[in-house]
């Protein structure tokens, strides 16, 4: 510190008027980047977020009675009959059905005819997840090597 001092007592007084402008100008540099630049760009990701969030909130309470009408349910997933259901799903997953019986509008019986097991794994578990319909029991008829099966299975709507 002492050998600044010395350098800057020898300079003339414009030449000291020049580090200590120069100096101040550094300062503020060190100053604006350091502090104000990380607070301004902080402070404008928080407006772009608060903004967001506010048309979130708008798209929600649009939506809203949407929702309540709908009782919470996925749009369409209780409301098809269980034969409609059972139709375009068997069909989505390439499975064979040789009879459908219906037992009233919550309960029927499927018999399948060589089909792969793991797409019946598939297709009853999009049966339970998408649209709460749960398989009361299974009879497995038969099964051949090529893991393809023959079965009878009763669904409800639960």
């Not at 772009?48 to 909130?57: M, P, T, Y």
């Amino acid at each position: 510190m002492e050998q600044i001092k010395q350098w800057y007592s020898s300079l003339e007084q414009n030449e000291q008027k020049i580090v200590i402008i120069a100096g101040v100008f550094f300062a503020l540099i060190i100053l604006f980047f350091v502090l104000i630049k990380p607070l301004n760009d902080s402070v404008s990701n928080l407006e772009i977020q608060v903004e967001s969030r506010e048309s979130s909130v708008e798209t929600w309470k649009q939506a809203m009675p949407q929702l309540l009408a709908a009782g919470g349910q996925v749009k369409g997933s209780n409301n098809q009959a269980l034969s409609t259901v059972v139709t375009s799903t068997t069909r989505r997953f390439n499975l064979r059905v040789s009879r459908v019986k219906e037992n009233g509008l919550s309960e029927m019986q499927v018999w399948f005819d060589n089909v792969p097991f793991n797409d019946f794994v598939r297709w009853a578990s999009e049966l339970e997840t998408k649209y709460q319909i749960t398989i009361a029991s299974v009879n497995i008829r038969s099964k051949d090597r090529d893991g393809l099966t023959s079965m009878d299975i009763k669904i409800q709507r639960s």
